[in-house]
T-cell receptor, first 115, second 110 residues
């Protein structure tokens, strides 16, 4: 079984450009999470979805960030316009339910560098 | 809100035992997780505690005290490959979200 698939793995862009990160969760998983990881702040929850519906987006930094989940097998995280402080590794994770252990399965991450 | 504290770094010797502590504050506690993350890789699940006590899984054990808001991860018979960051995470709050601590970087020395 394929795990969580993220693309791109690496992206280098210039300040002001739009960035779109993509995620395909594990088939059958009904929860999808977007996290951001930096040395200073660790792993921060940005937003999570249940059955394609956003449940908690309180971690989204500001209006420049938006996330969508148009169907059960695809999600995007968009940054427009990007800024140097957005440089981080962005992880997507999925899980099967939260009633049980709700173990998260992480993708390999998208490393974003904004110059 | 939710708050998690764990030491930033620890060093231990191959073959020894190390304990990594985690304290947390949250409303609506619904479980505590430990994840392992090697440099440049994604976090991977190690353990889950929702009731007080010790959960053992091979060389790794995790303990939880809900009344104290405290957990620890115990690693026995340390191996060089155990050098990694260990993340404590708590599920809770109004939306039952999973929040991570900043991690403890463990260096295992020969």
């Amino acid at each position: 079984d394929a795990g969580v698939i993220q693309s791109p793995r690496h992206e280098v862009t210039e300040m002001g450009q739009e960035v779109t990160l993509r995620c395909k969760p594990i088939s059958g998983h009904d929860y999808l999470f977007w996290y951001r990881q930096t040395m200073m702040r660790g792993l921060e929850l940005l937003i999570y979805f249940n059955n394609n519906v956003p449940i908690d987006d309180s971690g989204m930094p500001e209006d420049r960030f938006s996330a969508k989940m148009p169907n059960a097998s695809f999600s995007t995280l968009k940054i427009q316009p990007s800024e140097p402080r957005d440089s981080a590794v962005y992880f997507c994770a999925s899980s099967l339910g939260l009633a049980n252990t709700g173990e998260l399965f992480f993708g390999e991450g998208s490393r974003l560098t904004v110059l | 809100g939710q708050n998690i504290d764990q030491p930033t770094e620890m060093t231990a010797t191959e073959g020894a035992i190390v304990q990594i502590n985690c304290t947390y504050q949250t409303s609506g506690f619904n479980g505590l997780f430990w994840y392992q993350q090697h440099a440049g890789e994604a976090p991977t699940f190690l353990s889950y505690n929702v009731l007080d006590g010790l959960e053992e899984k091979g060389r790794f054990s995790s303990f939880l005290s809900r009344s104290k808001g405290y957990s620890y991860l115990l690693l026995k018979e340390l191996q060089m490959k155990d050098s990694a960051s260990y993340l404590c995470a708590v599920k809770g709050g109004a939306t039952n979200k999973l929040i991570f601590g900043t991690g403890t970087l463990l260096a295992v020395q020969p």
